[in-house]
């Protein structure tokens, strides 16, 4: 089982409308949870992390559910320019363990 | 602010040939590692270190050498470039436990083809 998993995609919605997207997790010791977003040949860049009472900033909201190991990410009134790839990450407990992405699924937001 | 930078940002190799990717970062990060990215696989970790001296193995490191002479530079070695190493490459930066902000820092890639 892949340590990170993500539905791939593509996620194709109109502007304005509100998408979701769902991640699992395999280590149930990890601590630290976020989301990177990646343009189309771009590299990656923190979008936000993911804290256990959940966390919303403008547009964007990340829940967290440790019972489940799951994470999901909430974009309300898409834009065009929300149009990338957005890669779930996760990090273990340990001092130095590295981070371990998701494939990525992608959104597309279309006029 | 330079952050992270990775030279080169375009390399076309020949199978056997051997190849440096160099990764520097401004930002006094303990934490840095390679990570090489293909179409259907994401981001998978090649090698990491979490400071000047120490490196230790990802996910996928055959094939690739990496050393941490300084606490800035952390170059990722090819020694004989084979086909199957065609890849997006990048490098990452982020301070280690116990600071606030754990964020890693992408370079912006090399992209790498070996014929």
């Known amino acids: 089982r892949k340590e990170v998993e993500q539905d791939p995609g593509p996620f194709n919605v109109p502007e304005g409308a509100t998408v979701a997207f769902n991640c699992t997790y395999s280590n149930s010791a990890s601590q630290s949870f976020f989301w990177y977003r990646q343009d189309c040949r771009k590299e990656p860049k923190l979008l936000m992390s993911?804290?256990?009472s959940g966390n919303e900033d403008g547009r964007f909201t990340a829940q967290l559910n440790r019972a489940s190991q799951y994470i999901s990410l909430l974009i309300r009134d898409s834009k065009l320019s929300d149009s990338a790839t957005y890669l779930c990450?996760?990090?273990?407990?340990?001092?130095?363990?590295?981070?371990?992405f998701g494939k990525g699924t992608t959104l597309s937001v279309s006029s | 602010n330079a952050g992270v930078t990775q030279t080169p940002k375009f390399q076309v190799l020949k199978t056997g040939q051997s190849m440096t990717l160099q990764c520097a970062q401004d930002?006094?990060?303990?934490?840095m590692s390679w990570y090489r990215q293909d179409p259907g696989m994401g981001l998978r970790l090649i090698h990491y270190?979490?400071?000047?001296?120490?490196?230790d193995q990802g996910e996928v490191p055959n094939g690739y050498n990496v050393s941490r002479s300084t606490t800035e530079d952390f170059p990722l070695r090819l020694l004989s470039a084979a086909p199957s190493q065609t890849s997006v490459y990048f490098c990452?930066?982020?301070?280690?436990?116990?600071?606030?902000?754990?964020?890693?820092?992408f370079g912006q890639g090399t992209r790498l083809t070996v014929v």
């Open positions: 993911v804290y256990s």
């Open positions: 930002m006094n990060h303990e934490y």
């Open positions: 990450v996760v990090k273990g407990d340990q001092a130095g363990t590295a981070l371990i």
């Open positions: 990452a930066s982020r301070h280690h436990e116990g600071q606030l902000n754990t964020e890693a820092f």
């Open positions: 270190s979490v400071g000047a001296g120490i490196t």
